[in-house]
């Protein structure tokens, strides 16, 4: 409960930024990858962005004492600071927050980012205190196995449950896809099984949202996939414990 509660906190503190999901569904996208750091304040603004913009990402994480990725990134571009976006789309490499933020949006959304998502000072200030409202959990490696395929997260960024899952992810340096389900219509405002609006739920056609209720009769997060183990699940608590029990050693 107080998990959810800080969880629910820090999303208040961002302004529920990364709830709101665009309406277009970018279809035979290359995933973007992004060397992040669930409770690096900058990693979270750019990983609000993606989610607003309704795009998948491939997260590799890069916890403070893990070397595995930020060794990668090092060797192969001479730096080990994050965030670090891959858009293999348009052959496109940043290293800077607020350049990754205008780009996405002007490649994604044909505008300019809204301030509230935007890289300055207030925006940085108030997703420090969201770190600092979770403990900066997520931000330092626990020891774990190395899987062999990247896990699959549906998440999206301000969710209070999924948080705890990207920051167990992170904290295992276990790189995964993260699928962006960000709220696109007032009726999907509130918990899966509490929404606020009455009536049978019903997603917009033709987007992730409907192609993920066609296949589970609902739309709840997080939802992990794990290829390694083909272990599908629901429930962030039993998720959690299935990554610890699975990976850290
Ligand atoms: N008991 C579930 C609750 C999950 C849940 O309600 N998640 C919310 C997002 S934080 C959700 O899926 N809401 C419905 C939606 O986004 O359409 C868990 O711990 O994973």
Redesign the pocket.
Known sequence: MFN?LTSALASQTRLWAGTKAAKTTINEQDPLIMYDNEADPLCRLVREAISELNLDVLIIPCPQGGERHKQQLQEMYSTDRIPFLIDKNTQTILNSASEIITYLYKHYGNCSAPIRLRANLFNYASSTTASLIRFNAGKTKTPAIEPTDPLVLYS?E?????RP?RETLCELELPYLLVN???QSFG????????LSPGE?T?LPETK?SAFFAEHG?????FLKDPNTDVDM??????VKYLIATYAL
């Open positions: 959810l999206f301000s969710s209070p449950y999924s899952v389900l960000g709220k999907e405002l509130g918990p899966a099984t509490r929404r739920y997603p949202r609902t739309v709840q997060v997080p629901f429930e962030s608590k039993a998720i």
